[in-house]
Protein backbone atom coordinates (compact mmCIF):
# COMPACT_ATOMS: atom_id res chain seq x y z
CA UNK A 1 0.00 0.00 0.00
CA UNK A 2 2.51 2.40 -0.98
CA UNK A 3 -0.06 5.19 -2.17
CA UNK A 4 -1.48 5.03 1.48
CA UNK A 5 1.98 6.38 2.89
CA UNK A 6 2.72 8.64 0.04
CA UNK A 7 -0.57 10.55 0.87
CA UNK A 8 -0.06 10.29 4.35
CA UNK A 9 3.17 11.58 3.88
CA UNK A 10 1.48 14.60 1.62
CA UNK A 11 -0.38 15.53 4.59
CA UNK A 12 2.39 15.23 7.20
CA UNK A 13 4.85 17.28 5.25
CA UNK A 14 1.39 19.85 4.58
CA UNK A 15 0.73 20.21 8.04
CA UNK A 16 4.51 20.85 9.28
CA UNK A 17 4.35 23.54 6.61
CA UNK A 18 1.63 24.74 8.35
CA UNK A 19 3.05 24.54 11.63
CA UNK A 20 5.94 26.60 10.49
CA UNK A 21 3.83 29.25 8.92
CA UNK A 22 2.05 30.21 12.04
CA UNK A 23 4.87 31.04 13.68
CA UNK A 24 3.54 30.43 17.47
CA UNK A 25 0.19 31.25 16.30
CA UNK A 26 -2.46 29.28 17.86
CA UNK A 27 -3.67 26.79 15.86
CA UNK A 28 -7.61 25.59 15.51
CA UNK A 29 -9.44 23.92 13.67
CA UNK A 30 -6.81 21.70 11.84
CA UNK A 31 -9.12 18.56 11.86
CA UNK A 32 -11.96 20.01 9.67
CA UNK A 33 -9.35 22.22 7.53
CA UNK A 34 -7.27 18.84 6.58
CA UNK A 35 -10.52 16.75 5.88
CA UNK A 36 -12.43 19.36 3.99
CA UNK A 37 -9.45 20.23 1.79
CA UNK A 38 -8.41 16.35 1.57
CA UNK A 39 -12.06 15.37 1.04
CA UNK A 40 -12.79 18.33 -2.08
CA UNK A 41 -9.16 17.18 -4.00
CA UNK A 42 -10.53 13.53 -3.52
CA UNK A 43 -13.66 14.31 -5.10
CA UNK A 44 -13.00 16.43 -7.78
CA UNK A 45 -10.25 13.69 -8.69
CA UNK A 46 -12.35 11.40 -8.74
CA UNK A 47 -15.48 13.23 -10.81
CA UNK A 48 -13.07 13.98 -13.64
CA UNK A 49 -11.51 10.43 -13.90
CA UNK A 50 -15.35 9.50 -13.95
CA UNK A 51 -15.70 12.00 -16.75
CA UNK A 52 -18.49 13.46 -14.16
CA UNK A 53 -20.37 10.56 -14.00
CA UNK A 54 -21.61 10.30 -10.42
CA UNK A 55 -22.71 6.42 -10.38
CA UNK A 56 -19.26 5.63 -11.48
CA UNK A 57 -17.41 8.07 -9.19
CA UNK A 58 -19.54 6.60 -6.33
CA UNK A 59 -18.62 3.35 -6.86
CA UNK A 60 -14.73 4.15 -7.39
CA UNK A 61 -14.98 6.01 -3.72
CA UNK A 62 -16.46 2.84 -2.29
CA UNK A 63 -19.79 5.36 -0.42
CA UNK A 64 -23.68 5.35 -1.79
CA UNK A 65 -24.28 7.95 -4.33
CA UNK A 66 -26.23 9.95 -2.58
CA UNK A 67 -24.19 10.69 -0.11
CA UNK A 68 -21.61 11.63 -3.19
CA UNK A 69 -24.51 14.11 -4.43
CA UNK A 70 -24.83 15.58 -1.16
CA UNK A 71 -20.91 15.81 -0.54
CA UNK A 72 -20.71 17.57 -4.17
CA UNK A 73 -23.87 19.91 -3.05
CA UNK A 74 -22.04 20.72 0.68
CA UNK A 75 -18.80 21.31 -1.30
CA UNK A 76 -20.41 23.42 -3.80
CA UNK A 77 -17.78 21.20 -6.46
CA UNK A 78 -18.88 21.85 -10.21
CA UNK A 79 -19.69 18.78 -11.63
Given at each position: ????????D?????LE????????EPARGIYDMVLGNVERSMIETVLHKAEGNQSIAAEMLGINRN??????????IKV
Open positions: MKQQNEIGCVRQSRYFKDLDGTLRKKVQTLN
